[in-house]
């Protein structure tokens, strides 16, 4: 019996991964290795090699060998390689040196590639190295935007101070090989270079001349880096030199004889005067002493005081109003690490008999040397001083004290004849540093005392620097040189002192390409900028000031980079693929082929054309939807590569290829084809011995379709024969097999109608073909069975199917309606043919006997396939048969 076929075949992609990872493995003994050399950075599609080429040189290649690269990932996405030409280029990938080999100092940096040779009779794996050079593409770049040096104003010519941290360039060579330079030193300083702990130069700045921090105690200067590159690419930091004090003066008084008049009247507490001796170091240094001297008199001592720290005298108890007295005080002015200086001060006390009232002062804010400190912040109704007038003859009175002239201060009646001094509004440094208020004590004869109190305001930090513009715009073409310029920012602070100094930052979220000099507040870029990358940059600038906590001011600038034609037209895909129905309505949309163009404008607008020109398509230049202009036809050709080309609008117009490929998708519009039985008259002799389940013969069809159009169901549509249902089809594979055991009653001719139908979609297409098989022990008289073949009536198709079904691929129909008459007549004329039967095999029963048995077994075994069993009549149409 025929063994039924195989329809699950392996995939052949799974079985060539398979083959290429066996070879992988083994291929340690023939490989080979090419070295190629690529610049960083290199536009898409640069050369860099053909291995193919290289291959015969070496003796190497042979004819049918493809190229593949073992893994698309690591290092294999940055080429591109052509599998047929052996051609390596550069992929849109962008390789940069620095990223790909990250290690400072690293000398040879390469992209290491396993490139397979198929197919396997001429396996070969070769070991590609594409070195990376590097180009100058990086500035140097100081870690610190400002770098701080102290040096002490004794400091001797020729001593050297490291300015670290040095610039860092992370580029191998000569690329990254630095020298220095210095701007704004003067005749005072100098550059020096020495080698460092890496190998490059450590910057050391070297004293010219001497210092004197009294003159000058701050230089500003500006470090430069360049490295030793084509083009050379430098960057920059701000040098600032603190010059430290030194205990190399002492405090002198300005005035070293004083001579003062008092008048006995004066109240206590009042400040009769000043002396101050100036050192012109600062702190520790310039901190000076104040002491009386020896020769100085006790009485004096006890009326006049001396602050140590300030050198203010004051009148510390009251003056003997009837006499005249003089006091001579020697006053000593000591700083540190100095010899004392001194300054002789005469004060003459003249009598008072009768005056105008005392005025007594009792500070409550802050104050030094009669001078009350107030802060501009202190709100209105801060009281500065108590005032107590006092009348000398009680018959005076009554008293009046008021403020002369306007000042925003107030006088607020205390407790009788004392007197709080207050602010009256909240006061502004920024609009007046100083206020002077006279109090006047007046009694009732005019008499009146004037004592005029100074007000020193105390700056804070109540003003945020404030840009010229919170706003400004700004364009610069890409591709611009590095270190460009772009613009200078200002902004000014109404603080005084260090609160009001600026400094400009730029804000966290600005790129790292973008300097500003904090001092003089100038943008630059220090690299070439890609409008593609990115087209508008809003940059934020801080401007901070000295004050504690710092006040800070944001300005926005908005950058705008300008297009150049500098980007070629990039397809979204390296290769478009298009699958399409083979009967698609042509100039009807395929696919869009989708291209861009990073570039704006006219630089930007692409046009796209078919450059192999084929006469089955047609696209559109501006939207990229491709059409087919002519039928198309799967079986005639499964499939069209089409190279498209893309080309910008720009006055050196730039252009791009790539690959389509238009897969046809099969529809049903082939029915399936029957190769065997060849003709609807021929048939095969089955024993009425054969076992039920057995094969007997098979229906074989093919459909030029694919998939589901060429999937082919066999169902028997239509019976004819003694007991048509004792054969049935299997509807996969249509191999026939006897469903029931053969009874004396079933011999005789069957002719099976066999319908052989694909699974096409919308509708199946199917074709059909008889089946004829005679049941007998012999075959004794073959022209018997071809004229029953030729002159039998045709097969009836049956309507409908049965109920019940075991296969729903499979049909069993009743070859004859079930009527009455023509079941009895059936039955009738089935009973004389049995009887008739019977006897003729009893009369020859024993004759035969042994004849059966010699053919017994050689027609059991012979299929309808096979031609010593088919006996095969002219090949008529089913158009001959009643269907």
């Not at 004889?257 to 109240?267: C, G, H, Q, R």
């Not at 389509?660 to 065997?676: G, R, S």
């Not at 011999?747 to 004829?772: A, F």
Request: proline letters at 7%; a negative charge.
């Amino acid at each position: 019996m025929k063994q039924s076929r195989s329809r699950c075949p392996i995939p052949q992609p799974k079985i060539q991964g398979m083959l290429l990872c066996v070879l992988f493995l083994a291929s340690c003994s023939l490989a080979s290795e090419l070295l190629y050399r690529l610049k960083e950075e290199s536009p898409t599609g640069t050369f860099i090699g053909n291995l193919a080429t290289d291959l015969k040189q070496g003796g190497s290649a042979g004819a049918g060998v493809t190229y593949n690269l073992a893994s698309e990932g690591g290092d294999g996405r940055f080429v591109d390689l052509n599998r047929d030409t052996g051609e390596l280029r550069s992929s849109a990938w962008v390789l940069d040196r620095e990223k790909r080999c990250p290690e400072p100092g690293q000398a040879e940096c390469a992209l290491l590639l396993d490139v397979l040779l198929l197919p396997p009779r001429l396996f070969r794996l070769l070991k590609v190295r594409v070195l990376v050079e590097d180009v100058n593409d990086r500035p140097p770049r100081f870690p610190a935007a400002s770098i701080g040096v102290s040096v002490a104003e004794n400091a001797e010519p020729g001593s050297r101070y490291p300015l670290e941290p040095p610039a860092e360039d992370p580029e191998p060579g000569l690329n990254g090989l630095l020298s220095y330079r210095l701007e704004g030193g003067g005749d005072a300083f100098s550059l020096l270079g020495e080698p460092g702990e890496g190998g490059g130069p450590v910057p050391l700045l070297v004293l010219e001349l001497p210092l004197d921090r009294e003159r000058r105690d701050v230089y500003v200067m500006r470090l430069i880096a360049e490295d030793s590159g084509s083009p050379r690419l430098s960057g920059s930091a701000t040098v600032t030199v603190s010059v430290t004090d030194v205990n190399d003066n002492c405090p002198e008084f300005p005035q070293a004889e004083l001579s003062l008049t008092l008048y006995s009247n004066l109240s206590v507490g009042s400040e009769v005067i000043r002396l101050q001796a100036r050192d012109p170091d600062l702190g520790y240094n310039a901190r000076v002493v104040y002491s009386y001297g020896e020769r100085v008199a006790q009485a004096s001592r006890r009326l006049f005081s001396l602050d140590s720290g300030s050198g203010a005298i004051r009148l510390a108890a009251a003056l003997p109003p009837a006499a005249a007295q003089l006091h001579r005080l020697t006053v000593l002015a000591t700083g540190t690490g100095c010899s004392p200086v001194t300054a002789a001060l005469q004060l003459r006390v003249e009598a008072v008999l009768a005056g105008p009232p005392t005025l007594s002062l009792s500070y409550i804010a802050l104050q030094a040397a009669g001078v009350v400190y107030l802060r501009e912040s202190e709100p209105a109704g801060t009281p500065l001083a108590l005032l107590l007038v006092t009348e000398q003859q009680p018959r005076q009175r009554p008293l009046r004290c008021y403020l002369e002239g306007a000042a925003p201060f107030r006088l607020v009646s205390y407790r009788g004849d004392e007197y709080l001094l207050e602010t009256a509004q909240q006061l502004d440094y920024e609009a007046r540093q100083v206020h002077e208020v006279t109090v006047v004590a007046e009694n009732a004869n005019k008499l009146a005392l004037r004592t005029t109190i100074k007000i020193q305001l105390l700056d804070v930090n109540d003003n945020s620097p404030l840009f010229t513009s919170s706003l400004l715009n700004v364009t610069i073409e890409e591709n611009n040189p590095p270190n460009s310029f772009l613009l200078k920012v200002k902004a000014t602070d109404a603080d005084s002192g260090e609160m009001g100094t600026v400094t400009y930052l730029l804000g966290p979220t600005v790129p790292p390409a973008f300097a500003l000099d904090q001092f003089t507040g100038v943008l630059t870029v220090s690299t070439s900028l890609d409008r593609e990358e990115r087209e508008t940059y809003r940059l934020a600038i801080r401007a901070i000031d000295g004050g504690s906590p710092a006040r800070v001011s944001t300005a926005t600038v908005l950058l705008t980079v300008l297009d150049a034609n500098d980007n070629s037209p990039r397809f979204i895909n390296k290769d478009f693929s298009f699958f399409v129905p083979e009967d698609y309505p042509s100039f009807s949309e395929i696919g869009v082929i989708g291209v861009i163009d990073p570039d704006a404008g006219k630089n930007g607008w692409v046009a796209l054309s078919i450059l192999n020109g084929s006469e089955h398509f047609v696209i559109d230049t501006g939207k990229g939807n491709l059409m087919a202009n002519a039928p198309l036809d799967r079986e005639w050709q499964s499939s069209y590569i089409l190279w498209v080309q893309a080309m910008d609008g720009g006055e050196s117009a730039l252009s791009a290829v790539a690959k389509v490929t238009v897969l046809l998708i099969d529809v049903n519009d082939n029915p399936p084809l029957v190769l065997f039985p060849q003709s609807n008259l021929s048939f095969l002799l089955v024993l009425p011995s054969t076992v039920p389940g057995s094969s007997i013969t098979e229906v074989y069809a093919v459909d030029r379709d694919t998939g589901m159009n060429a999937v082919i169901a066999y169902s028997i549509i239509g019976h004819r024969g003694p007991r048509p249902e004792t054969f049935v089809i299997n509807a996969g594979t249509g191999n026939i097999t006897l469903h029931e055991a053969l009874v004396k009653n079933d011999h005789g001719l069957y002719r099976l109608l066999v319908k052989v139908s694909d699974h096409g979609y919308p509708e199946p297409l199917h074709s059909t073909v008889i089946v004829n098989l005679f049941v007998n022990e012999t075959l004794s008289n073959e022209s018997y069975i071809e004229n029953l073949l030729r002159k039998d009536p045709g097969i009836r198709i049956e309507e409908s199917p049965p109920e019940t079904r075991a296969d729903p691929f499979q049909t069993e129909l009743d070859v004859f309606p079930c009527e009455t008459v023509l079941i009895a007549l059936s039955a009738l004329c089935f009973g004389l043919f049995t009887l008739i039967f019977a006897l003729v095999c009893y009369i020859s029963l024993r004759s035969r006997k042994r004849r059966r048995k010699e053919y017994s077994a050689a027609e059991v075994e012979i299929p309808l396939k096979k031609t010593i069993a088919s006996y095969s009549l002219d090949r008529k149409s089913m158009n001959d048969f009643d269907l």
